[in-house]
């Protein structure tokens, strides 16, 4: 079956400008992840949905940082006023339920540049 | 908060040899679980092994196995008959288990690891 997609899989903007991020979880799949991967590191949490909501949006660096999952599939990271420091690659995944047990199957990501 | 550290940024290895990872963690909790996924160039990470803490047997999934020393918080991961297309990023991760309903990963820094013919 059709694994994690994630559109666009380039995004270049300029500093200030918003961008949405697309997330397209595994079918049937409740649970699902955001992550953050600068250069030369390890992918950071960023938000986990169960469903609908979120259920834990710890990881959000600030308040231009924002996802929706309004419908339990499909997820939007939506970035206001971008700045430098927001270019990385954005990770999703998705998993079957949020239990520590579920393997978590990540999309190729999307790389942000901001300019 | 937990931590993952990985000491090797890169490591090399000659086809159809072995090499070891490095992987060492922090944690308060006793049950957690703990992951080593490779990402090649395309960027989509790929689960490896996988170890549950209670269990004191070390994970293996054909050629990849690993040492894990829960008093000691390492989990390093051992990849047998090197093939080429083992090149990629490796990392180490941990998953806590608070009661089970969250479960986000978290990562080390990675170790490169390049296969040469």
């Known amino acids: 079956g059709a694994g994690v997609s994630q559109t666009p899989s380039n995004k270049v903007t300029e500093k200030g400008k918003y961008v949405e991020l697309r997330c397209d979880p595994i079918?049937?799949?409740?649970?699902l992840y955001w992550y953050r991967q600068s250069l030369g590191q390890g992918p950071e949490f960023l938000i986990y949905?169960?469903?609908?909501?979120?259920?834990?949006d710890s990881g959000l660096p600030n308040d231009r940082f924002f996802a929706v999952r309004p419908e339990g599939s499909v997820s939007t990271l939506k970035i206001q006023r971008t700045e430098r420091g927001d270019s990385a690659v954005y990770l999703c995944?998705?998993?079957?339920?949020?239990?520590?047990?579920?393997?978590?199957?990540f999309g190729p990501g999307t790389r942000l540049t901001v300019t | 908060a937990q931590t993952v550290t990985q000491s090797q940024p890169e490591m090399s290895v000659q086809e159809a040899e072995t090499v070891t990872l490095s992987c060492t963690y922090d944690t308060s909790e006793s049950d957690y679980y703990l992951f080593w996924y490779k990402q090649p160039p395309s960027r989509q990470m790929i689960l490896v092994i996988r170890?549950?803490?209670?269990?004191?047997q070390n994970a293996t999934e054909n050629r990849f196995s690993v040492n894990f020393q829960k008093a000691a918080k390492s989990f390093s991961l051992k990849i047998s008959d090197s093939q080429l297309g083992d090149a990629a990023m490796y990392f180490c991760?941990?998953?806590?288990?608070?009661?089970?309903?969250?479960?986000?990963?978290?990562f080390g820094k990675g170790t490169k690891l390049s296969v040469k013919p």
């Open positions: 949905f169960q469903g609908t909501g979120a259920a834990d």
């Open positions: 079918s049937g799949h409740t649970a």
């Open positions: 995944a998705s998993s079957l339920a949020a239990g520590r047990s579920y393997e978590q199957y």
């Open positions: 991760a941990y998953r806590s288990s608070p009661g089970g309903s969250q479960g986000n990963l978290i």
């Open positions: 170890q549950e803490a209670y269990k004191q």
